[in-house]
């Protein structure tokens, strides 16, 4: 299975300030239809994942542009230019190339 | 507004069976793909299996195959999932998805299985 590693899985932030979180993956994600399928997900206490960021970089509609997503390979990484209060929450990401699609474990994000 | 409404979760017992159901609403379920997806407490999420609108197209996780069955009604808009031969490990909130590979445009509520004796 591809093997999705998140990291850190504990991010402190202070308010306004940015944040990153990185996503390695064991496998290259280049589908054979020349996209790479890595998306991140933001889950919320108490609620539903709700997807941010698909195909890498394409932020889903509703979205706040603070939220970024770059990388390609096996390298990705999930940037908050600046942390709000709504923010908090675990934030996913996830590869849709290899079945079976997996998730990373999971980056904790609170606010100090 | 889309939304996806999950049903059918519950306390089982081992060896027992389950069927949940998801209904669509905002948007039609025979325009694409639709999946199920888990979350065991306190845990990471798993894909589970996904399925194509005509439903020659599905694929499951090691984890639940030939035990979990997907399935759809494109005429009732809705997904289903039969799950035969439950284990604890199974105990999770399952989630119906909108998509696939591209990890899905929505996502429902959830419903929580729980298996045990």
């Known amino acids: 299975d591809g093997v999705i590693t998140q990291s850190p899985l504990s991010l402190p932030v202070t308010l306004g300030q940015p944040a990153s979180i990185s996503c390695r993956s064991s496998q290259g994600l280049v589908y054979s239809d020349g996209n790479t399928y890595l998306n991140w997900f933001q889950q919320r206490p108490g609620q539903s994942p709700r997807r941010l960021i698909y195909?890498?970089?394409n932020r889903d509609s509703g979205v706040p542009d603070r939220f970024s997503g770059s990388g390609s390979g096996t390298d990705f990484t999930l940037k908050i230019s600046r942390v709000e209060a709504e923010d908090v929450g675990i934030y996913y990401c996830?590869?849709?190339?290899?079945?079976?699609?997996?998730f990373g474990q999971g980056t904790r994000v609170e606010i100090k | 507004q889309r939304q996806l409404v999950e049903s059918g979760g519950g306390l089982v017992k081992p060896g027992g069976s389950l069927r949940l159901s998801c209904v669509a609403s905002g948007f039609t379920i025979s325009e694409g793909y639709m999946s199920w997806i888990r979350q065991a407490p306190g845990k990471g999420l798993e894909w589970l299996s996904y399925?194509?609108?005509?439903?020659?197209?599905?694929n499951y996780a090691d984890s639940v195959k030939g035990r979990f069955t997907i399935s759809r009604d494109n005429t009732k808009n809705s997904l289903y999932l039969q799950m035969n031969s439950l284990r604890a490990e199974d105990t999770a909130v399952y989630y119906c998805?909108?998509?696939?590979?591209?990890?899905?445009?929505?996502w429902g509520q959830g419903t929580t299985v729980t298996v045990s004796s």
């Open positions: 195909k890498v970089s």
């Open positions: 996830m590869q849709g190339t290899h079945w079976p699609w997996t």
């Open positions: 998805v909108r998509g696939t590979r591209d990890g899905g445009s929505v």
């Open positions: 399925i194509s609108s005509s439903s020659s197209d599905t």
